[in-house]
């Protein structure tokens, strides 16, 4: 037996070396910006703040205070929510720095996390199916069925699960820049794995069908 036989490959962002036959067909991160607006809710937040600081002007106003009055009122809201806003871009971009999806031609793997850092592996036997939402921006979500007999805990995942799918988790690719060439990667390593497999199905084609 050759030393070849013997050759693994290291490759960042996977949870060990890539055994013999394994390659890596794709790598990459969400966009921090699209995860923290559509995993961590940024726009709710900023309406959040904005009402209140609509009521406290308003609040004030009816109370007899003055316009010097009532601007400090909704000042310290508008202050408030800037530091909230601030936090929550700088999880949402720790977020995504901390995060590596990866495709092979076996399995797709999720490492993330910023103190906890973990890997979800998802061999191509798992997986039921691929579904793809894409946005205006040319970001998406490449969302996993996983058939019957897996069953993945939503907080080990978030925010890398499809949102309130908690009965059957979905192991999701969240926020992705140029989702439509990604999901052909996906698809086309599923038809090469197991063509007769139900996940092997396009996933661009599954969201044409849907839309």
């Known amino acids: 037996m050759s030393d070849h036989d013997h050759h693994f490959e290291m490759v960042p962002g996977l949870p060990g070396p890539l055994p013999q036959g394994e390659r890596l067909l794709w790598q990459g991160s969400p966009s921090w910006w ?53 936090v929550l871009i700088m999880i949402g971009w720790s977020s995504a720095r901390a995060t590596t999806y990866s495709i092979t031609n076996r399995r797709v793997v999720i490492s993330h996390g910023v103190a906890l850092p973990l890997s979800v592996n998802l061999p191509f036997g798992m997986i039921e199916s691929a579904e793809l939402k894409t946005y205006s921006d040319g970001t998406g979500d490449i969302s996993l069925s ?30 992705v820049p140029g989702a439509v060439a990604i999901a052909r990667i996906l698809g086309a390593a599923l038809v090469e794995a197991a063509p007769a497999h139900p996940a092997a199905a396009d ?8 839309a």
């Open 34 to 86: 699209q995860l923290t607006s559509r995993a961590f809710h940024f726009g709710w937040l900023a309406a959040y703040f904005g009402v209140l600081a609509a009521w406290r002007v308003a609040s004030t106003i009816a109370d007899g205070g003055g316009a010097l009055d009532a601007t400090f009122a909704g000042g310290l809201m508008v202050v408030g929510g800037l530091a909230a806003a601030w």
């Open 203 to 210: 996933p661009v084609a599954r969201e044409n069908a849907e």
């Open 146 to 175: 996983l058939n019957g007999d897996q069953h993945l805990a939503y907080l080990v995942l978030w925010p890398h699960a499809r949102p309130w799918r908690f009965s059957k988790v979905e192991p999701t690719l969240r926020a």
